[in-house]
């Protein structure tokens, strides 16, 4: 009996060695360690032979079985992967196709420059506030130190609201599309949470449509009012805004200029990222900038009178306040240098879904 | 407003040396920004004095000449057209290689060496307009004659000869500093912010000889000081050449000596002067007075303008002469024929002025200028100057001099302390050196007992209003680039982040990652655009002035620029996603408007009506469950903007907050919008002071969920909602009921759709078996048959 098994041993090693396909794992398997399979059915006629037999061959059959299972099991490991093989030798996809675009939506540019320049202040400590787009003329002139025919009132090209040859007024005088984000000053000022750190953003109106210039525009408003504020204090404010947005190898300046509002009054530069701050491309006059520097925005320490109209002490505060265009900033920077900056609110998909 | 000032004139002032660049950069960071610097010089080269030897004809050319001109290295021929070119005239002569505007055209051109018409041209003879002097008076098809301007000799270079080897700087004069307008207030300015002593101008005393009998009768307290100066005998001419170049460079046109000397003065001083011819002046009387209702007044541009008692006239005793401090009038200006001048120098009030010259549509440089605020004690500097200069001049004798000065200001003092200064600035600057800087400006400093005083200097009257403008001058002058930039260091802000502008932020995220792409339209909207969509302008904020008859109202409605904004891209996108948040101003009478933040979005162009829908509900629930809110719809069949059968309301809470579904197809046709729009409305505002980021955890399931699947056939009619509410009652292991598929087609009767639901069952406390999930399934099937009429379909 002992030769029986040895041979079906030796048979079925010298099958397996010659198999290649699944199938031909599956008949051998079958065929040899089936349920009824020839080991198996071997394995029945050792209950014909007496005990003594019966237990030395029964030893053989064990051993017999454990060689035949194992051989299968690297035959198997073999065949599964000859095949894996043989299907990725099949499969091939072309990896030069293009990707399809997922399916997410655009955030406008405007609004994308609004959330960076708001987290930039955040991480200073500034807070976000909103004041009204429409606003009496009270807070976007008269308390920042603006008399009514003020002639720096010229310089805000204003829109009021009206019809029929009134210009509507009420309890704080006229009612005007506010034309700077300022008037949000003094109504910060008047909520008496001191002290302040504030940007506000939002719409603003002017009368002018160029191609450089928009009837409606975004600004951005700084004000910080404490006990002791400095003017170095706003240069270290308007230094990490720049490098922050702009980058660290901009450089900044304070340049004296005059707003009724604030004195002392600058105007913030930055150097040109096109010349470098040489004013010179090629060895010729760099055509972005003027003398190596960009106008961003006006800036200063906020005036007494305009502390007082808020309902502050100018003995026991200052202050610094600054503002300037969303757009103008975000073109600065981006480089998508868009020739008609009326192209931004013109809403054709094709140009919203490039950013 | 800007000057365009002559580094050379500056340099008379104060003495400096340094470059023309390092000065415009010095005094940008401590003064006034200097926009551009443009060297003069270097628009001659290659440009030089040439003497006409003879002239002949062109020999293929009618209109053209040939000139043998010596232009000292020899003699060469240059073909001209110019009608008064002569023998022996000294012409500018523009080489080969130099940069001309062939006939004052915009474009500059390097000349070469040609033959024109068949004759060899070297070079060219100019007109003053082909060399940039596009305001020197010189007749059509006329050359330049340099004789009386120049007798520098042949070939001396152009920039020599008319003394234009200068540098021009552009410098932005911000509005509260009219006394930095003229070159002398710029070199005060100068001394400090570049360093340099300041030169001051001196001029001879004015004395008055016999009088003419010319009299002033101030009779408006507007103007607050009118000096006059009568000097006969002039003869008036051209101006010397030296006095016309300062004129060209500031961007001046000379016109004669008389009017050149008031630019002169004000290009030098700052103050708009004026001049009558006093011939033309009735009974030697020189009235100031209110306009009379009926007067009317032809001014120097000619442009005739009807008067009234708000605006000031200079008047003679029987009719008004010009408008003051604005324009002369066309009849009493000098002319070369005039021989006594009377000099004004007035100081009128800003406000007069810059409210006659808007409402007259008037603009001069003496009115820019009188409307920031001018110094009356400037005055006698002026006149004295611009006397002076007309006795060099024109000649002439001074007859009078008037004075009419009814209440002297007094100089104004504040308080000055130094340390105050320094906190305010955050930086260390000594007292002396604080003190030096105001001193040099022309402040002067007294001690008052304990108080240290600062007297402001007459032209600065206007802009110093109080202790505070200290700072501002000793800040600038030590300069802003030499303070350190520091990040406060103070106490973080007592309130926090708006709440409603991070939800709006957060909700335009939102939108975007469930793929809508974001508008961002104009608030000024049309009353064609408010009147399409069926809202009456008078719903909407009228703005009074407003740029353009497209924008005229402020919007109380997000939707017209929406459809607007889909029309104009229908043909090229033909379907999106798209969204707009923004503000919309609803009017109350007599108050600001309501700023509500309002937000629309929507698809455009998809084929499935039902599918749209579906999304733009699905969007709406998904956002209230991330927002923590809760919506109801409820359908909508009366709403005049609205597609009646395909619209439902949003409710939060019991209030209406929105609405979803189809614009009404009138509207959609009148904003020309061929395909079905699908938008949601909703009121961010009423949602805002409920929205928060807090989610609850619900535990998840501890046994397995069954999902069964039935395709329910029903009337089309029948809302899914009433399905639902049948399935969920049908008893307490159904968890959920969800659409799987709606189906219309072939095997389904006309009028019936089919439902296929997605059941879910689940206990709390125990695995299902097949039995529990098909007693639950049947008494759906049943109750679905009994309450919606529904059959199982296959």
Redesign the interface.
């Known amino acids: 009996m002992n030769d029986v098994f040895l041979q079906l041993q030796q048979e079925a090693l010298a099958v397996f060695l010659k198999i290649q396909t699944l199938e031909e794992l599956e008949a051998a398997r079958v065929e040899y360690l089936g349920r009824k399979g020839r080991l198996a059915e071997t394995m029945k006629e050792l209950a014909a032979l007496d005990e003594s037999a019966r237990r030395d061959a029964g030893k053989t059959a064990n051993d017999v079985k454990r060689t035949v299972e194992a051989s299968f099991a690297a035959t198997e490991a073999r065949v599964v992967a000859g095949a894996a093989e043989a299907r990725q030798a099949q499969e091939w996809l072309d990896v030069s196709l293009p990707g399809t675009v997922p399916a997410v939506g655009h955030v406008h540019l405007t609004t994308q420059a609004i959330d960076e320049i708001t987290n930039i202040f955040r991480h200073i400590g500034f807070v976000r506030s909103r004041h009204p787009e429409v606003d009496w003329d009270y807070y976007a002139f008269e308390s920042l130190n603006m008399p009514k025919d003020h002639p720096a009132r010229d310089e805000w090209e204003t829109f009021f609201v009206g019809e029929n040859g009134e210009v509507a007024t009420g309890e704080k005088g006229k009612i005007v599309l506010t034309p700077h984000t300022s008037n949000g000053q003094v109504r910060e000022m008047e909520k008496g949470e001191l002290p302040i750190r504030m940007v506000s953003i939002g719409k603003c109106y002017r009368r002018q449509a160029t191609a450089r210039h928009l009837p409606m525009f975004h600004q951005f408003e700084g004000l910080m009012i404490d006990k002791h504020v400095t003017v170095t204090e706003l240069k270290g404010v308007f230094d990490y805004f720049v490098k922050r947005y702009f980058g660290a190898n901009r450089e900044t300046r304070l340049r004296p200029f005059h707003f009724r509002f604030t004195e002392p009054s600058f105007e913030l530069d930055i150097s040109c990222a096109v010349c470098n701050g040489t004013a010179k491309v090629d060895g010729a006059k760099c055509k972005l900038c003027k003398g190596g520097w960009l106008e961003l925005g006006g800036a200063g320490m906020v005036h007494p009178n305009v502390l007082k109209a808020g309902g502050l002490d100018p003995n026991e505060y200052t202050g610094f306040a600054f503002g300037w265009g969303v757009e103008r900033t975000m073109m600065m920077r981006s480089g998508i240098n868009i020739d008609d900056i009326r192209t931004l609110y013109k809403n054709d998909l094709r140009f919203l879904k490039q950013f | 407003m800007n000057i365009l000032a002559s580094y050379n004139w500056i340099k008379e002032h104060v003495k400096t040396n340094i470059s023309a660049e390092e000065f415009?950069?010095e005094f940008?960071?401590?003064?006034?920004?200097?926009?551009?610097i443009d060297h003069c010089g270097a628009h001659f080269e290659k440009m030089v004095v040439g003497v006409v030897q003879s002239v002949a004809a062109h020999p293929n050319a009618d209109r053209l000449r040939v000139a043998m001109v010596d232009i000292g290295e020899g003699v060469v021929p240059i073909v001209c057209g110019g009608t008064n070119l002569a023998e022996k005239m000294r012409v500018f002569v523009a080489l080969p290689g130099a940069r001309v505007r062939w006939h004052g055209g915009a474009d500059w051109t390097t000349l070469e060496q040609a033959s024109i018409r068949g004759v060899d041209s070297v070079g060219m003879i100019c007109a003053p307009a082909e060399v940039g002097f596009d305001k020197v008076a010189c007749g059509d098809h006329e050359i330049w004659d340099l004789s009386g301007i120049t007798d520098a000799s042949v070939g001396t270079p152009i920039a020599q000869a008319l003394d234009c080897d200068d540098t021009i700087f552009d410098i932005e004069i911000?509005?509260?500093?009219p006394d930095a307008m003229g070159i002398i207030g710029l070199a005060r300015e100068a001394a400090v912010a570049v360093g340099g002593e300041f030169l001051q101008m001196r001029t001879l005393p004015l004395t008055k000889g016999e009088s003419e009998g010319v009299s002033v009768r101030l009779e408006d307290k507007r103007c607050e000081r009118y000096m006059a100066a009568v000097v006969t005998g002039v003869s008036v001419q051209k101006s010397p050449w030296w006095m016309q170049k300062r004129l060209l460079l500031a961007g001046l046109k000379p016109i004669n000596c008389i009017v050149d000397i008031t630019n002169y003065v004000l290009l030098e001083l700052g103050q708009p002067m004026h001049a009558f011819d006093a011939s033309s002046i009735a009974q030697n009387t020189i009235m100031v007075r209110p306009g009379k209702e009926g007067e009317s007044l032809t001014l120097l541009d000619g442009k005739a303008v009807k008067l009234d008692s708000s605006i000031m006239v200079i008047a003679d005793a029987e009719k008004p002469l010009a408008l003051a401090g604005i324009m002369g009038g066309k009849d009493s200006g000098t002319t070369m024929k005039t021989t006594t001048v009377i000099f004004e120098a007035a100081t009128f009030d800003?406000?007069t002025i810059?409210?006659s010259a808007r409402a007259m549509d008037v603009a001069s440089d003496a009115q820019l200028l009188f409307?920031?605020g001018l110094s009356p004690s400037a005055l006698p500097v002026a006149l004295a100057r611009a006397v002076e200069l007309v006795i060099q001049i024109a000649g002439g004798t001074v007859t009078d001099v008037i004075d009419v000065y009814p209440t002297p200001r007094i100089p104004k003092r504040f308080p000055f302390n130094p340390e105050r200064v320094r906190?305010?600035?955050?930086?260390a600057i000594p007292d002396a050196e604080q003190v030096n800087i105001l001193t040099k400006l022309g402040f002067d400093l007294q001690k008052d007992g304990d108080t240290t005083m600062m007297t402001v200097p007459y032209w600065r009257e206007d802009d110093i209003e109080?202790e505070?403008?200290f700072?501002?001058e000793v800040?600038?002058m030590y300069g802003?680039?030499m303070?350190?930039?520091?990040?406060?260091a103070?106490?973080?802000?007592?309130?926090?982040?708006?709440a409603?502008?991070?939800w709006a932020?957060w909700t335009?995220?939102f939108?975007?990652?469930?793929?809508?792409?974001?508008?961002?339209?104009?608030?000024?909207v049309s009353v064609s655009d408010l009147e399409m969509y069926g809202v009456s302008p008078k719903d909407a904020?009228?703005?009074?002035?407003?740029?353009?008859t497209d924008?005229t109202h402020?919007r109380p409605t997000l939707i017209p620029s929406v459809l607007r904004?889909i029309e104009?891209?229908q043909a090229?996108?033909h379907t999106?996603?798209?969204?707009e948040l923004?503000?919309v101003?609803l009017p109350h009478e007599?108050?600001?408007?309501e700023?509500r933040m309002m937000l629309v979005f929507g698809e455009y162009g998809g084929a499935d009506a039902e599918k749209t829908f579906m999304r733009l509900r699905g969007v709406l629930e998904y956002f209230a469950a991330k927002s923590g809110i809760a919506f109801t719809f409820e359908r909508d069949g009366e709403n005049d903007h609205w597609h009646s059968g395909r619209t439902a309301f949003v409710f939060r809470n019991g209030e209406r907050v929105g609405i979803v579904g189809q614009v009404g197809s009138d509207f959609q046709t009148s904003f020309g919008i061929h395909r079905p729009v699908f938008l949601a409305e909703i009121n961010l505002e009423a949602l805002f002071p409920h929205m928060k980021h807090t989610h609850r955890y619900e535990a998840l399931p501890a046994f397995p969920v069954v999902t069964r699947d039935i395709a329910l056939l029903v009337d089309e009619r029948t809302d899914f909602e009433k399905i639902v509410a049948v399935v969920r009652g049908a008893g307490a292991l159904i968890t959920d009921c969800r659409v799987v598929e709606l189906y219309r087609g072939e095997e389904i009767p006309a009028g019936k759709k089919s439902v296929t639901l997605g059941v879910t069952l689940m206990a709390s406390d125990r695995t299902l078996t097949s039995q529990d999930v098909d007693d639950v399934m049947a008494t759906v099937i049943r109750e679905l048959a009994l309450r919606v009429d529904g059959v199982i379909r296959g």
């Open positions: 415009a950069k940008s960071l401590r003064s006034m920004s200097v926009e551009s911000t509005t509260n500093r800003a406000l810059r409210r409307e920031k906190s305010r600035i955050g930086v109080g505070v403008d700072t501002e800040a600038r802003y680039h303070m350190p930039a520091v990040l406060p103070s106490r973080p802000p007592a309130s926090f982040d708006d409603t502008l991070d932020a335009k995220r939108l975007a990652s469930a793929g809508f792409s974001e508008f961002f339209s104009n608030s000024m904020l009228a703005v009074f002035n407003p740029l353009s924008l402020m904004a104009r891209n090229l996108t999106a996603s798209i969204f923004s503000r101003y007599g108050q600001l408007p700023e």
